[in-house]
């Protein structure tokens, strides 16, 4: 019985000491794990080449309906000239479109290109409104353009050399670097100076987007014009502002707020790209567009043609409808 007592406290013991060692949830100084206290971070969500979606430098395209496209008859407008018009409607996520073969058909850019270099020239710091560009002396064909001149007067002269000085000193790399980030066509610049441009030898008179490498259709203008003015691009407001204000056009006493840029080019001297793009504002609603004529044999094509034949589409088709 001794034994069996003594075996028995042993036992006592045991459990006593083990029940002192385990934690209580009234015991303040002791706590034990709890779920609900923890702090639980959500899964990090990845892209399928397992980068961290918070990691990306650059949004997440969004998803939008594809664009409407109505054909237009304008040929009434162009009296026999080959041509092609092309407007886009952000409002209504929609293309008119007359001629639909020659709006989807790249070629050189000419003078319209000096929208975009203009506001690379801004954006890198190369323009400054109101600082004029020295004049090398040399006698060019256009009158306007033998003088130191500012940026204002060499867009509304589109001065050739003006803008080559720029495109320089905003150098290759830069200016590629805008022109696929725009999308700008082609966005090929391969030909710098312009060789390929077999209507001139004078290298300040040349460049890549004069009958040159670069190339770009009318529906890819008006998607480029719509980005830009349309607050989409890369580039400042206040340079988009600028370019804007030197790209209106006086149209009169009208409803119709117009601006655009005219650009021609020429091969074995016949007319074969003639141009006017931009875009107009109707009652809050801004349109863009872009006219091209292609037509080397007719010798009545010009770019001023190409702007009469816009304007006349503009200022006389229903846009309210």
Same mark, same amino acid.
């Given at each position: 019985?001794?034994?069996?007592?003594?075996?028995?406290?042993?036992?006592?013991?045991?459990?006593?000491?083990?029940?002192?060692?385990?934690?209580?949830?009234?015991?303040?100084?002791?706590?034990?794990?709890?779920?609900?206290?923890?702090?639980?971070?959500?899964?990090?969500?990845?892209?399928?080449?397992?980068?961290?979606?918070?990691?990306?430098?650059?949004?997440?395209?969004?998803?939008?309906? %594809?664009?409407?496209?109505?054909?237009?008859?304008?040929?009434?407008?162009?009296?026999?000239?080959?041509?092609?018009?092309?407007?886009?409607?952000?409002?209504?996520?929609?293309?008119?479109?007359?001629?639909?073969?020659?709006?989807?058909?790249?070629?050189?850019?000419?003078?319209?290109?000096?929208?975009?270099?203009?506001?690379?020239g801004l954006q890198e710091g190369e323009i400054v409104p109101g600082n004029s560009l020295p004049w090398s002396g040399e006698k060019y064909w256009n009158d306007a353009w033998n003088k130191d001149i500012?940026?204002?007067?060499?867009?509304?002269?589109?001065?050739?050399?003006?803008?080559?000085?720029?495109?320089?000193?905003?150098?290759?790399?830069? &200016?590629?670097?805008?022109?696929?980030?725009? %999308?700008?066509?082609?966005?090929?610049?391969?030909?710098?100076?312009?060789?390929?441009? &077999?209507?001139?030898?004078?290298?300040?008179?040349?460049?890549?987007?004069?009958?040159?490498?670069?190339?770009?259709?009318?529906?890819?203008?008006?998607?480029?014009?719509?980005?830009?003015?349309?607050?989409?691009?890369?580039?400042?407001?206040?340079?988009?502002? &600028?370019?804007?204000?030197?790209?209106?056009?006086?149209?009169?006493? &009208?409803?119709?707020?117009?601006?655009?840029?005219?650009?021609?080019?020429?091969?074995?001297?016949?007319?074969?790209?003639?141009?006017?793009?931009?875009?107009?504002?109707?009652?809050?609603?801004?349109?863009?567009?872009?006219?091209?004529?292609?037509?080397?044999?007719?010798?009545?094509?010009?770019?001023?043609?190409?702007?009469?034949?816009?304007?006349?589409?503009?200022?006389?088709?229903?846009?309210?409808?």
């Amino acid at each position: 019985m001794k034994k069996g007592y003594s075996a028995l406290m042993v036992l006592l013991i045991i459990a006593l000491i083990c029940t002192g060692c385990s934690s209580s949830p009234d015991n303040p100084g002791e706590s034990s794990p709890s779920f609900t206290n923890a702090e639980i971070s959500p899964p990090k969500q990845t892209t399928e080449s397992g980068q961290n979606i918070t990691d990306r430098k650059e949004p997440l395209p969004s998803v939008s309906p %594809e664009p409407q496209q109505k054909v237009l008859d304008l040929k009434a407008y162009f009296n026999g000239i080959n041509g092609c018009a092309v407007f886009f409607r952000p409002t209504r996520n929609e293309y008119l479109v007359y001629n639909e073969s020659l709006c989807n058909q790249p070629s050189s850019p000419c003078s319209t290109f000096k929208i975009v270099s203009s506001l690379i020239g801004l954006q890198e710091g190369e323009i400054v409104p109101g600082n004029s560009l020295p004049w090398s002396g040399e006698k060019y064909w256009n009158d306007a353009w033998n003088k130191d001149i500012n940026f204002q007067e060499a867009f509304q002269t589109s001065c050739v050399w003006y803008f080559r000085e720029i495109i320089n000193r905003v150098g290759k790399e830069a &200016t590629e670097e805008a022109l696929q980030k725009l %999308e700008y066509g082609n966005s090929d610049i391969s030909d710098w100076e312009g060789r390929l441009n &077999t209507n001139n030898s004078n290298r300040d008179l040349t460049g890549f987007w004069l009958e040159s490498s670069l190339k770009i259709s009318p529906r890819q203008q008006v998607d480029v014009l719509a980005r830009i003015f349309q607050g989409e691009s890369f580039f400042a407001e206040e340079h988009t502002k &600028t370019v804007k204000d030197v790209m209106k056009i006086e149209t009169g006493d &009208t409803d119709i707020t117009l601006y655009g840029k005219t650009g021609m080019g020429k091969i074995d001297g016949k007319c074969v790209d003639a141009w006017f793009v931009g875009f107009f504002e109707i009652e809050g609603e801004a349109i863009y567009f872009a006219v091209r004529l292609d037509d080397p044999e007719n010798k009545t094509v010009t770019s001023t043609v190409a702007k009469e034949i816009a304007m006349d589409i503009i200022f006389n088709e229903q846009w309210n409808d």
